[in-house]
């Protein structure tokens, strides 16, 4: 465990359905079981974040279209592309302000 990470969890029908772990304003990920998922749970779990925090970050790779429409819809922004030598693939840096 990281000692400077949260996690936020989303409960539904008495069990977990969803959560989202971060790093200070960097999104390690965000999940949501199958069952629930484009049912809008992803994003309360990001409309939540957003009043937390006034920055948010995070990596997508670039092949993950459904990932990079979510986030981009809900204003986030492509900052940069970078390549990860550990996967051989490229990811986006997208970014969140709500200046």
Known sequence: ????????????????IGFAGLYEQYIAGIFITDNYRNKGRGRLILERLKTDYSVLNLHVYEKNEGATRFYTKHHFEIRSKE?????QEYEYLMEWSSN
């Open 83 to 87: 390549f990860e030598e550990a996967t």
């Open 1 to 16: 465990m990281l000692p400077d990470s949260t996690i936020y969890v989303y409960y539904a029908d008495n069990q977990i």
